[in-house]
């Protein structure tokens, strides 16, 4: 797979300076690419790498151009242009366009001529599958569930009933979507199920990583909106509501009924309590512990660094303290007032 | 699937207030039923949500009749009372009773003659699964298990060798139960693998989310108690034992050998380290860090908040230098104990 | 499965205090062996236990001796030769050697007479698998793969194509490796998908837990070295480099790029931050929220423990006020020292 810097540019929209004939085989990072390769320069930050680049050519920003001599495509947002750039070089398994003879389906499904269901799969009664559609090996899609055009599924997901997936996503493997939420009424007899009787519906040009649980609602269901990226792990309960083109990186979870706004990004490994309320724009950090709805777009973090071990052990020894600490600053603070010391040079 | 009001109540056992032929189609939320579902009311905090709900009919306590002029059933355990409902608008698939053609099944594995086994699952050797078992799409069974009663296992679960659940389990999908433990012991020539000798024990009326990962135990089994509840994604390690109807919400993690004592609930993302006792009724709050044993019923919690970014990470940095603020503290405490400031006010 | 002392001591290349014709039926912990059972003792802080133990035989260091009259096996390491030990009870399921007559297996995969393929699993096309390997129930490996010898994986497990395993490694049940990296760039019109053009390599004597997700490189491979263990759940995102030898335990996530060294041991629900650079020999906390890169060996630690909640809330509370606190200290040591009091006594 290899295209001329011409091809690239035509596809790509952009200006090319330098031998537009040249061939590229791949894409590289700024500081790995070789001379058959192109890469990006998408921050100021690495201008000192794009100087010493080995890279066949560069997609960069007009500005850029002094500290790049060789072959260049110019972009108002190289990284954009090289995400799309990727899709040249798609080296990816290519859909059958069959159904295999392994594969289980449901005489009351209906499925476009177009799908590809892969083996072992299992297509239960009442699905309907869109133009497009792509069931990898041993999936299993349960009673009921819709499918959009062109949407994906790769080897062992697991769709419960009737689980809507809009067009255009792609679902890693092992994932699992419309497991039942985690309801129960405490009783004297120890726990009693409430039966999830909501649904999943997932919005269009969504992707979901490998390996993660989205539950069906209790009641409502838990929908996840359009453009909404999620990475591996991720744990979505029961009731969700993510707002679209929000991000939720690995192993974050999200406990029942929390509402997410658009365009909100999750770190990786935080977690958002129960029922809360979460704005338009809002970024948590990495491990963040949100207890609190947030109504303020904005950045939030919580949590402390690591440290050398014996130093770690010694302020956490002081965290719980802290509450003793603040008061002995106050009184230390009311006896200087009440005391023979000035009280000049008090406070922020 | 719809009920008379009359129906609900002899089902629940509970008193009707208004006319007991309504029908009821549904049930859903105190702020989004509709004049044709039930609803319940649970939490005073709510009592304003029931004085305007269009809701068809409530659960609700009698003292709380004053807030609601329409149909209703009176409960002692409103929520109680809505999780026994939600079971009479059970619209989940129904397992066939037939055992499909694709699946493989063992022939020395004992089968009752109820026993549901759907397409591609694999039932390995000396298997024996009891009446009513309900063996998903797609489910591995490893030799040597065994099944109680009515459990149920939804696509994509794997049991290794010698695991055994009670009756009336519910195991979601993609989770694996039986994988060895981490043991391995370090040498010059890297980590050494420890066989992991021990089973895993699942009591009675156990539900399993999706894609959670319990481990074998590397000499004594792993134990999970009658009753217990496990949310999507938490990971049990080996040897670990779980106390009767205790409860782990999503993405906990439960370290080796360490016991957790009978009606415990560890929220998400908690992380409990090895070889700790739990005592019974221990409750621990959300990413909790537990890495002492905890003797006394309760509830505990770690951990900080999310705050806006820029002000979280000026107490982030202080954080790191605790334990020097808290010796300035001291040293300040010295020096007006020693000096001619008075020293009344100090302290606690 | 038994074995004479004199056999185990034999296999081991220990020497034998007592019967050697004694036979051994099995494994415990010291505080749990019977009489026909080995055991070990591995630290001094239980020769308490050593000297309480019914156990058959113990495996003890021989300055222990004074404190077990019994059998025993002398070992300069108790714990690594019982790991050895292990080996000789053995009870797992072993391949069969067979490939099941309902595996789907592309006719361009090249396999190793030798190889077991377990019922339902399916292999793609130019696969390569070496002599010995166990490919379980409902394995999917993907277009390319390449498998070295004595490679296993579990059921469910799923290979993306173009990921290689190295020799002896062990991959368990439901984990996927080779997934899309989370790579996506911002445009105005949402999320763009960058393509993830690199692969997964795994090295030589590699284990990996139930329920992981490796994901493929965006430019460059993602890459596990020789000899790492890793836990369940655990998350690799794309273009993460493990050194040989290290240690990932359960739910521990890292972030993209970012290279681990060698002999590292990364605690539960660790998290990394991406690009970041770990020397060898580091060891992480449970819970560690690593941001910055850690360039020497040593124990590192973040977070809090937890404590009763209600006085980690009024902890928690002093925490978000702390940079508050301690400019609130530096004015009383400014006002102190510009006051009548005494400045002795100050500081570090």
Known sequence: MSHTLAEIARHLDLEVLGPSEQVV?????????????LT???????LDQLANSSAGAVILR?????????????SADPYLDFARATHLFDDRPR???QRHASAQIDPSAELDPSVTVDAGAVIGPNVHLAAGVWIGARVVIGPGCVVGEGTEMRPGVVLYHDVSLGSHC???????????GFGFAPS???WHKILQLG?????????????????????????????VIIDNHVHIAHGVRIGRDSALAGAAAVAGSTVIGERCTIAGQAGLADHLEIADDVHIGGQGRVTRSIADAGYYASGTSIQPQKTWARNAVRFEQLNELARRVSALESQLKDGSVASEGEGE
């Open 25 to 37: 085989t791949g894409l590289a990072a700024l500081n790995e690419a070789s001379g058959s390769q």
């Open 170 to 180: 792609l679902i890693h493997a092992n994932t699992t979507i419309g497991s039942d």
């Open 199 to 227: 649904r999943v519906q997932v919005g269009n040009r969504v992707e979901i990583g490998a390996n993660c649980a989205i539950d069906r609602g209790a009641l409502h269901d838990t929908v996840i909106g359009d453009g």
């Open 62 to 74: 007009p500005e850029w151009r002094e500290f790049w001599s060789g072959p260049a495509l110019l």
């Open 95 to 97: 859909p059958s366009g």
């Open 188 to 190: 004297v007899k120890g």
């Open 40 to 46: 990006f320069c998408a921050n100021k930050r690495y």
